[in-house]
């Protein structure tokens, strides 16, 4: 065990200066924290996790180590950047979870490691119990063979043939650890020493765990208590009660258990979402004994998350997918690299959840639904992540590198997280779901006949968009001639122009309001003209000077326009901008005047 350091490391090596090994930008999120590229660390996100293990209100780091994946694996707790405790794990780990297994003060977690067929349970970081799975059935033909070797009825060679008729029918699953070490003898003179030596031994056949999570028992407190739920490579899943460390339920799935994700309640509502090494995904609620089939995968998963009602699957085609809980898929985001390892991010100062991907090129991508909105860069392709409180900081990343480094990264306080996407694609709006409805009889029949007249409907159709792109440009080139647009297309003289009629007459207030559009121009030397019919209107002013145009300042003009006929028809009013030195207007604004409600009236 190595000398405890204080709990304050975490926190003063954040003025440290910025380790080799990670990205460095200014404009980062995050605060690099530590960095040990010799850390010797093997392990992955499955096998980390962070606790308040010791009661002292300080989250520790807990990491299964895998050592050099046959030696030296360990239980390691980091405490802030040092290394506080050390247990020795007897096989390779494949999970770690920590969980409160009774209502005794103070109130301490207990830490859980999946290792083989046994479930390693350590309180107060000192072993506490170890849980056995339940033995399988043994093969009838395998218990008959080492009877029969036991009692020398049958020699070692006759033992290997039989046994390896059974391993090549297709059950190689079903034999025990002792009859496939055997089959790996490579001479008789080992066999016979093999044989001899656990002959007597009763056969026994053992299952792993192959993943490890837990399942709250009656309250969603964080510090009530949980149940343990193990998978299995018999393709079991087994909920284990805290206290007794008893089978509280068991249910089947069609292959092997590789990751399970969990909410709910034990004894009120619970849904499990299990991914299976066969590449689909199944759901299991509370009552059922088989496995419901969710999603088929276009290839097998790195990692399963579930945020709200939506799973999300990074598989190995370089995709991360998106489903319902009902197996609808919603979107997919093709990466550029291959995923090694998949977290989640609960960022509850923020109040939203998001998804971490390492890519096997060291980038680190965060996506919030299918939105990328951050890229963490490293030298080594990341293994495992863990995000959470760790020491006095609650949005505490851990990397941990292929390498063997260990990175530990702060999310700083005035970081902001856009919802738009970083990196470039189409609009969000492109992929919204449109309302189809059903077909129908006409929508059949209409779907015949552009069968049967297709190429003329082409043809026709070619035609009319040739002719509404000719109409077009002509049109455009008419209200470029005649300035006609409210805009100005004069770079030289950016002006925007708008006209409005208040009044019901018949006398009208007419006001026209002048905006400069360019950054650092000045606009002088402008005068202001109206075109309308004499017979019908009369204006007050019908040249109006305009002073120098400020940019971004908007600029109000008024006149009186008085209607002077009786006939109650009403007629447009056209409103130039034009240069005091030039009688072509730079802008032009058409006004469609109301008719005099005096005329109405009489």
Same mark, same amino acid.
């Given at each position: 065990m190595t000398t405890e350091t204080t709990g304050s490391e975490l926190s003063e090596s954040n003025h440290s200066s910025d380790p080799s090994g990670s990205s460095s930008s200014e404009d980062s999120k995050w605060l690099s924290a530590h960095s040990d590229p010799v850390a010797n660390l093997y392990t992955f996100s499955s096998c980390m996790t962070f606790s308040d293990i010791t009661g002292d209100g300080e989250n520790r780091l807990v990491i299964a180590d895998l050592g050099t994946g046959a030696h030296n694996m360990k239980l390691k707790v980091y405490k802030g950047t040092s290394l506080v405790n050390e247990n020795t794990i007897i096989d390779l780990p494949t999970g770690v979870v920590t969980f409160y297994m009774d209502i005794i #003060?103070? /109130?301490?977690?207990?830490?859980?490691?999946?290792?083989?067929?046994?479930?390693?349970?350590?309180?107060?970081?000192?072993?506490? %119990? &170890? %849980?056995?799975?339940?033995?399988?059935?043994? $093969?009838?033909? #395998?218990?008959?063979?080492? $009877?029969?070797? &036991?009692?020398?009825?049958?020699?070692?060679?006759v033992l290997r043939e039989m046994l390896d008729s059974i391993r090549r029918e297709g059950t190689e699953g079903a034999l025990t650890v002792r009859s496939l070490r055997f089959l790996m003898m490579p001479d008789k003179e080992q066999m016979e020493q093999f044989a001899e030596t656990y002959k007597q031994a009763p056969l026994k056949r053992l299952t792993v765990i192959t993943c490890l999570s837990t399942l709250k028992k009656s309250s969603a407190e964080e510090d009530a208590i949980s149940c343990l739920v193990v998978g299995t490579e018999s393709k079991e899943i087994y909920v284990l009660d805290p206290e007794a460390f008893t089978i509280l339920a068991k249910m089947t799935l069609p292959s092997q258990p590789v990751f399970l994700r969990i909410t709910g309640l %034990?004894?009120? #509502?619970? /849904?499990?979402?299990?991914?299976? /090494? $066969?590449?689909?995904?199944?759901?299991? =609620? =509370?009552?059922?004994?088989?496995?419901?089939?969710?999603? #088929?995968?276009?290839s097998q998963p790195v990692g399963i998350e579930r945020i709200g009602k939506n799973i999300?699957?990074?598989?190995?085609?370089?995709?991360?997918?998106c489903y319902t809980i009902k197996g609808k898929k919603l979107w997919t985001v093709y990466l550029t690299d291959s995923i090694v390892t998949m977290s989640i991010m609960d960022h509850k100062q923020k109040g939203f959840k998001a998804v971490m991907v390492a890519l096997n090129n060291g980038n680190v991508l965060v996506y919030r639904d299918k939105y990328l909105i951050d890229t963490i860069k490293t030298d080594s392709a990341i293994t495992g992540i863990q995000y959470g409180r760790f020491g006095r900081e609650d949005s505490s990343l851990v990397l941990t590198t292929r390498k063997g480094g260990l990175l530990i990264k702060i999310l700083r306080r005035n970081a902001v997280f856009e919802d738009r996407d970083q990196a470039h694609g189409p609009p969000a709006a492109q992929n919204q779901r449109l309302n189809v409805p059903k077909k129908t009889k006409v929508f059949v029949d209409q779907t015949m006949r552009e069968r049967e007249n297709g190429v003329a409907m082409h043809r026709m159709f070619q035609h009319d968009l040739y002719r509404l792109r000719l109409n077009t440009a002509r049109e455009y080139a008419k209200v470029l001639n005649s300035s006609l647009n409210p805009v100005s297309a004069n770079l030289s003289e950016p002006l925007k122009l708008a006209a409005h009629v208040q009044g019901i007459g018949p006398t009208f207030k007419m006001t026209v309001d002048i905006q400069n559009t360019s950054m650092s121009l000045p606009i002088m030397n402008l005068r202001i003209s109206f075109l309308f019919d004499e017979k019908l209107y009369s204006l007050q002013k019908t040249l109006i000077p305009v002073p120098l145009l400020v940019p971004g300042l908007n600029y109000k003009f008024d006149t009186f326009v008085e209607c002077v006929s009786d006939k109650g028809i009403s007629d447009v009013i056209k409103v130039f901008v034009v240069k005091k030195t030039s009688s072509i207007p730079i802008i032009t604004a058409v006004i469609n005047m109301p008719i005099s409600e005096t005329v109405v009236v009489a």
């Open positions: #003060e103070p /109130r301490v977690p207990a830490v859980a490691v999946a290792s083989g067929p046994y479930l390693y349970v350590y309180k107060n970081l000192r072993p506490y %119990f &170890k %849980f056995t799975l339940p033995p399988l059935e043994v $093969n009838p033909v #395998e218990q008959d063979l080492w $009877n029969q070797a &036991k009692e020398d009825k049958i020699d070692v060679t %034990f004894d009120v #509502e619970y /849904r499990m979402v299990a991914s299976c /090494r $066969n590449g689909n995904i199944y759901t299991l =609620k =509370k009552g059922m004994k088989v496995g419901k089939l969710c999603v #088929e995968l276009t999300i699957a990074g598989c190995m085609d370089q995709t991360l997918q």
